[in-house]
């Protein structure tokens, strides 16, 4: 469709129209060379003029705008409406936004640069331009900044609160009082954000804190139990509602520092539960050196005791017993001075350490084998041993055997009574 003049039967009563001069003429050829829509109206608005593309832009035909005749129709703005762009505030070359009803359920955003004419009558130039693709993708860059810089403001947090963590020899107040400080850094307001940190009664806030709107709030727990929260609050209210709204990454970020405050605590409550048992154990191993010392004290004085036992013994068998023996063996018949002889020295091996020695040394032998090594170191055959204990030679000789194997020399050269005087 060509660019229309309106001719004088098609112009409503009021509206003016482009003069068909040559001068007009080829203003209409630069005008149809923009590649904006351009409308060219009389200042009351009345449309003068329409580049071809204006049913492109305004989704309706060339006749229907002119049928609509003004500029404030084909916007749908009033009469009485105030309008800048005709109301006298307009300067030159001023670029307006307007909202255009493109269908019934879709609206356009049109950019409008309003010029005016030289001299002579004047006139407004509307380069119109379609300007709502622009406008979706400048919101979707602004959404994805916006996205950027709260994810950004999210893993700063926890970034630092990761470096509070990894410190070593951090205490649970240091780390506390740092989370509750890092935290409101992060927060959509820093400027009038305060926090506070709640754990089993102990409070941890920061340094201007005056609680007066409640901004969002985040339990700790350790295990199944609650010990305390995590509270972000602003100092003065926001009368903006959607402003006063948590973002979601805010919850998301103190729902996180929540739960990196409970695992430090769990592990701080560990290495605490940790130190204790150490400090327990230390106390015990020393109470045990302590008892194995005095123990050892006690088994010193007992072997001390038993050989002054021992000594006090052999004394009163070499001062007593044996001076008795000595004449008691004068007045028996020849043939008994043997077992006077044998008591002897059964008195001196009770007197003596042999006994308890070849004991624990070899604890296998039993008691009658303990006796016959005691009377083969006094000298006794098998015969007289078995005539002593009234059993016969061949027993004795088992005896013997049995003796040697437990002692260890049953296959060796060395003789069984100087073994057992070794010992």
Request: overall charge negative.
């Amino acid at each position: 469709m060509k660019n229309k003049q309106i001719s004088p039967a098609r112009v409503p009563v009021g509206h003016s129209r482009l003069n068909t001069g040559k001068a007009d003429s080829i203003s209409q050829d630069i005008l149809s060379s923009l590649p904006q829509t351009v409308i060219v109206t009389d200042p009351n608005g009345d449309i003068l003029y329409l580049s071809d593309n204006s049913e492109r832009l305004f989704g309706i035909t060339q006749d229907k705008i002119w049928k609509l005749g003004n500029i404030r129709e084909l916007f749908g703005v009033s009469e009485n409406e105030p309008w800048p762009m005709l109301d006298g505030e307009c300067a030159d070359d001023q670029t307006f936004e307007v909202s255009y009803r493109w269908q019934p359920d879709e609206e356009r955003q049109i950019e409008i640069s309003v010029r005016h004419s030289g001299s002579g009558t004047k006139r407004f130039v509307w380069l119109c331009s379609d300007i709502t693709g622009k406008k979706l993708v400048d919101s979707l860059l602004q959404r994805r900044s916006v996205d950027l810089d709260e994810r950004m403001r999210e893993l700063f947090c926890l970034y630092r609160i990761s470096h509070l963590n990894q410190q070593k020899d951090i205490s649970l107040q240091e780390f506390l009082q740092g989370a509750v400080d890092v935290v409101t850094e992060s927060w959509g307001h820093p400027e009038i954000a305060c926090a506070r940190i709640s754990i089993n009664g102990e409070t941890y806030q920061t340094e201007r804190f005056e609680p007066v709107q409640l901004r969002e709030s985040e339990g700790i727990q350790v295990g199944p139990d609650a010990i305390g929260m995590i509270e972000i609050f602003y100092r003065k209210v926001i009368d903006d509602p959607n402003d006063s709204k948590f973002a979601p990454y805010e919850k998301t970020m103190l729902k996180s520092v929540a739960a990196t405050i409970s695992r430090f605590i769990e592990g701080h409550q560990s290495t605490e539960a940790l130190c204790i048992a150490n400090e327990q154990l230390q106390v015990e191993r020393q109470a045990l050196r302590e008892k194995n010392s005095a123990l050892r004290e006690v088994l010193s004085q007992i072997d001390t005791e038993k050989k002054q036992i021992a000594a006090h013994v052999q004394s009163n068998v070499e001062k007593i017993i044996i001076p008795i023996l000595s004449q008691l063996s004068g007045r028996v018949r020849e043939s008994e001075t043997g077992y006077i002889d044998l008591l002897k020295s059964s008195l001196s091996d009770i007197a003596s350490s042999f006994g308890s020695d070849l004991r624990s040394k070899y604890s296998s032998l039993s008691p009658r084998e303990i006796e016959i090594c005691s009377l083969l170191r006094n000298g006794l055959s098998c015969k007289e041993i078995a005539e002593f204990n009234s059993t016969s030679v061949h027993t004795v000789l088992k005896q013997r055997q049995r003796i040697r194997r437990k002692l260890g020399i049953d296959n060796s050269g060395l003789n069984l009574v100087s073994f057992l005087n070794s010992i």
